[in-house]
Structures are given as structure tokens and as C-alpha cells.
């Protein structure tokens, strides 16, 4: 037992060293993708909407990536949350201010759906609307950091805008305020990077 923990520990620290010890050098054709759980804070809404995030990217340049994302609606901290169902998509470009290296700060703009179901609590027994489909239009900005050749760490701030006009007694804002941050991984090309 003891000989196996050893080449355990010793596979861990070879993979470890072997991580570090390459750089990423350009992010160009770099693709990568994560997964990571999403807190929502929504206009008009006391309670913090809860998201499973993934999303997938592709660099064509070095300054502009290609991002395509899911938010799937877990739902919300509380019993009594406003939304039944706020599950978004968004697809879109960010462009990146540095060309190169381990900080990667970004801004974008991009387009989305959302599939839109909100509680009713008017009612004596509270009812769940239709589902919608709501356009969206999102800004982001964020920071990658890209820890090693596998990896980066990052933190995204996204600001959701649409309205849910259909299937509810009155329109309701959609506007909401998304954090995630977590580790990402990248696949990559051995043209890209290099031993230090």
C-alpha cells in the first residue's frame, strides 16, 4: 500500500512540474473551455438566481476570441424566487487587450436567448407562466489567467438586458448582473507553446 501512495504522489508532483514548466506563448488558434456555478443578482428581484455556467472558446487572433455560452437555471437561494425558469444562451466575440502573456483582461458584446418562465404569486397558489423566449443583449468584461499551458483561472462579470413581455400579467426585467469565476481549461496545438 505504502509503494502505491508513494507513485501516486510522485505521478502527482512529475504531472505538477510539467504543468508549470511550459507557457503559454500565444493565444492564437488557442480553444478551451469551463464549467463553473454562476450567482445571479437580478433587477427587481430580492433573490440570488444560482446558474451551472459552461462555455467554450476559440482564439482566431490573439485579441479576439470567439465565446459561446450556456447558463442553465438551477434556481434561486430562496423558496419564493421570482423566476421558474431564466436559462440563457449567448454567442459573440470579446476582444482581448493584451496580445500576449499570462494576464488576459477582455471586453464584449454579444447577443443572446433566454428561455423565460416566472412565478406568479398574485394567485392564491403561486403559478408558473409559459416559457418565453426573451432576446437578450449582454456586455461583459473579465480577466483570464492563464496559470499554465492546461489552465488559466479567470473571472467574468456579465450584464444581462431583456424584458419578458408575453405569457405574465406585466412585463418583467430580465436585468441581471451574472459573476463566474473559476479554472478553465485549454487544448491547444504544440506549435503554441514552449518549454522554459
Not at 437580478?42 to 455556467?53: F, G, P, S, V
Not at 479576439?64 to 436559462?87: I, K, R
Not at 413581455?165 to 426585467?173: D, F, K, L, Q, R
Request: hydrophobic share 40%.
Amino acid at each position: 500500500m505504502e509503494v502505491v501512495k508513494f507513485t501516486l504522489i510522485m505521478l502527482m508532483l512529475t504531472l505538477s512540474g510539467s504543468l508549470i514548466s511550459q507557457d503559454l506563448t500565444t493565444r492564437q488558434h488557442l480553444t478551451g473551455g469551463t464549467a463553473t456555478i454562476s450567482p445571479g443578482f437580478q433587477k427587481n428581484n430580492q433573490d440570488i438566481n444560482i446558474y451551472l455556467h459552461g462555455l467554450v472558446y476559440f482564439y482566431p487572433e490573439p485579441n479576439v476570441s470567439v465565446n459561446g455560452e450556456v447558463y442553465w437555471f438551477l434556481g434561486g437561494q430562496e423558496q419564493q424566487t421570482m423566476m421558474a425558469e431564466n436559462s440563457s444562451l449567448v454567442f459573440g466575440v470579446n476582444y482581448h487587450f493584451a496580445k500576449d502573456g499570462k494576464f488576459d483582461p477582455f471586453v464584449g458584446v454579444m447577443p443572446g436567448l433566454s428561455l423565460v418562465s416566472a412565478n406568479d404569486y398574485t394567485l392564491i397558489r403561486p403559478v408558473a407562466s409559459e416559457m418565453s423566449v426573451v432576446p437578450l443583449v449582454t456586455i461583459n468584461a473579465g480577466l483570464n489567467f492563464h496559470l499554465a499551458k492546461w489552465c488559466n483561472a479567470f473571472v467574468n462579470l456579465r450584464y444581462l438586458k431583456g424584458t419578458l413581455v408575453e405569457h405574465h400579467n406585466e412585463a418583467i426585467s430580465l436585468d441581471e448582473l451574472r459573476v463566474s469565476f473559476g479554472l478553465g481549461f485549454n487544448f491547444y496545438g504544440k506549435d503554441f507553446y514552449k518549454q522554459k
